[in-house]
Each structure stands twice: as C-alpha cells, then as structure tokens.
C-alpha cells in the first residue's frame, strides 16, 4: 500500500468536532490584535470566559477568526445579534461548515432588516414591494399585511442576505404619478459603512476610495 493510501479516518462526523466553533471575518483598517478583540468582544458580548479564538488568516484588511465555545446558550447569542461592530470596522460570524473545512464557510454576507420608506400607494403590492426589496439583497422575509396600513406606516420592513463586498444600495428610484419617486432604505444594525464607496467595515475618512 502507497504512503498516500496509508491513513484512517476520524470515528465521528466532523460536526461533531465543530459544533460549538464558529468561524468570523474580522473587517477593520484599524490596528488589532488578538488580546484586543477578545478583550472587546468579552465586553460587548458581557462574558469573558467559556470561549476563546485564534487566528487563522490574515489578510490586507480582513482577518479570519475561529471561535470557540463551552456554552452554546452563548454561541447562539453572538449568532442571533450578528454582525458586531468591532473597533472601528465589522465582524461577520457564521457557523463552522459541517464538511470541518474553514474554507467552505460563507463570511462575506450576512441577514439585515431594512425599511424602505416611502413607496407609493399604488406599488403597494406583495410583487412590488419584493421587487424593490431586491435591490438590497436578496429576500428573505417580508412583513406586510395590506396596502392601507404600510401607507399609514410610510414604510416596508423586509429582511434580506447582504453582500458585505459589495457597496450598500441607499434606496431606488420608482415611478409615480409621471415622476420618480425615490425609496430610501434604512438598514437596521447595520455595521459602519462608508458613504463614499458604499462598502461595510471602514468609514469615509479611513477610504481609499478616489
């Protein structure tokens, strides 16, 4: 037998290894180190045991971060309030991949409630208003009862997956009335964003950005 035939495999499925590990991106211009963001983050998350990380990429601006936990009470909180703002930039988390492999993961997106003000009354409908929704992300949810309470209300709240490499849609111009009517999309807990380039994890005075 071959020296590459020669190996035997791990009595267990690799969730079984990576169930309470995560996997973060760490976007950020500013300096960090390892002591620093485990010490922010153990005052942001209010626990500073019962878990621990390492770093396993770095790269120019991004870092790629395993996390791992003895409570799942508290990996499943830093799960639901995703993403963090974390010294001056963004840290995007999601599970460690069933298949064990880091790469697999998916740190460039993340889930965000939006509002979309000011669509008007007679795009109000569950086709349209998806439609608009579209062009902050793609749609996950959106919560909508009829026509009269959302013009009351002057807004839409959707949830959709959103790109963090690329620049944040600010809203959409639709027709109204023989004119464009602009829809302003407001993000909710979203993470510092450039208003000159339009990218999540560095602010407008930290852009390279010509």
């Not at 569950?126 to 062009?135: D, L, P, Q, S």
């Not at 000159?196 to 407008?204: E, P, T």
Request: charged share 25%; net charge neutral.
């Amino acid at each position: 037998m071959g020296e590459d035939e020669d190996w035997e495999s791990l009595p267990m499925e690799p969730v079984e290894v990576t169930g309470l590990s995560l996997l973060g991106r760490l976007l950020t211009k500013k300096p960090w180190t390892k002591k620093l963001t485990k010490t922010v983050l153990g005052r942001i998350w209010g626990v500073e045991v019962g878990w621990d990380l390492k770093i396993i990429k770095q790269e120019n601006e991004a870092c790629i971060l395993g996390f791992y936990f003895t409570d799942r009470d508290l990996l499943e909180m830093v799960l639901e309030s995703r993403p963090w703002r974390l010294n001056g930039g963004v840290l995007f988390i999601d599970r460690w991949p069933n298949s064990g492999d880091w790469m697999d993961a998916n740190l460039s997106s993340f889930s965000c409630w939006v509002k979309a003000f000011g669509i008007p009354l007679h795009l109000l409908t569950e086709k349209n208003i998806r439609k608009i929704a579209g062009y902050a992300g793609e749609v996950e949810e959106i919560q909508f009862d009829n026509a009269q309470n959302a013009h009351w209300r002057n807004f839409i709240r959707f949830k959709a997956t959103i790109q963090s490499d690329n620049s944040i849609s600010l809203g959409r111009f639709v027709p109204g009335n023989g004119r464009q009517i602009w829809v302003q999309f407001k993000y909710e807990r979203l993470p510092i964003m450039c208003y000159k380039c339009g990218l999540i994890g560095h602010d407008k005075f930290l852009c390279n950005a010509s």
